[in-house]
């Protein structure tokens, strides 16, 4: 679903000229090709799921918002600027993101539901949140919090 989405707003934006989110576009679906193909090779012949594709596009904003930093210390307005209207385009194909008062939540429920009591289980907790709430959490975030509730 979400992959047909990707390739109907490339015609889209083809079509309309609008040429940052034609490139973008572009790069999001040449590194999803880049995945499948990975994917083939330990023999997901369907390529990578939906799941695996918004944890992608995470990475890509991630990236951006990295770059976005580098080029503000650098003087490179111009650059920031791009950089910030690609992750404007890759935005549009993620859920709704969570506030912190949702992700503490949604911490607390998996920290419940996968019974862990202690920092050792950190690993299976955020490998729950990222299977459920792939796409609609930064989980850099989410790590600090659920070390701060399994440690307290």
């Known amino acids: 679903m979400l992959r047909e989405r990707l390739k109907d707003e490339l015609k889209k934006s083809m079509l309309a000229k609008e ?39 995470q990475t890509m904003i991630k990236q951006r918002r990295e770059s976005i930093e580098m080029y503000k210390k650098g003087g490179r307005d111009e650059l920031a600027e791009s950089e910030g209207e690609e992750i404007a385009v890759i935005e549009r194909f993620l859920p709704a993101q969570m506030d912190d008062a949702a992700i503490e939540a949604a911490i607390g429920k998996t920290i419940e539901s996968v019974g862990a009591s202690g920092l050792k289980e950190m690993g299976k907790v955020m490998a729950a949140l990222r299977e459920k709430y792939a796409g609609q959490m930064d989980f850099a975030k989410a790590g600090a919090l659920a070390k701060k509730l399994l440690s307290g």
């Open 19 to 57: 040429q940052r989110a034609t490139a973008t576009l572009r790069l999001i679906l040449a590194a999803l090709k880049d995945r499948d193909i990975a994917a083939r090779s330990k023999g997901q012949t369907d390529g990578i799921g939906e799941d695996e594709i918004l944890s992608m596009l």
